[in-house]
Nanobody, 115 residues
Framework: QVQLVESGGGLVQAGGSLRLSCAASGSIFSIYAMRWYRQAPGKERVLVAQCTSGGSTYYADSVKGRFTISRDNAKNTVYLQMNSLKAEDTAVYYC?????????WGQGTQVTVSS
């Protein structure tokens, strides 16, 4: 059973930075990919960033150049460094991990960007 604990959300001023963390724990498993999604009220949940075990990364056009996804293998933690934040980045951010056991979602963390 894989468990994800998200942290790092909060209120930040436009132009500022925030770092989200997602720590994975549980029985022995292999992580194939870790992702960050976000969802604003009335909108679909969308993928914003992805990193795979092979080292490839993906970023949505809306965050490219501003967000960076990274992973600390020793801590089994994935991060989302969010720079130059905009009001439109306001959303609940969800960690998503794909392992040999299947797919697990984090509980979500609120990010609010004020102008």
């Amino acid at each position: 059973q894989v468990q994800l604990v998200e942290s790092g959300g909060g209120l930040v001023q436009a132009g500022g930075s925030l770092r989200l963390s997602c720590a994975a724990s549980g029985s022995i498993f292999s992580i194939y990919a870790m992702r960050w999604y976000r969802q604003a009220p009335g909108k679909e949940r969308v993928l914003v960033a992805q990193c795979t075990s092979g080292g490839s990364t993906y970023y949505a056009d809306s965050v490219k150049g501003r967000f960076t996804i990274s992973r600390d293998n020793a801590k089994n933690t994935v991060y989302l460094q969010m720079n130059s934040l905009k009001a439109e980045d306001t959303a609940v951010y969800y960690c998503h991990v794909q392992t040999n056991r299947g797919i697990t979602w984090g509980q979500g963390t609120q990010v609010t960007v004020s102008s």
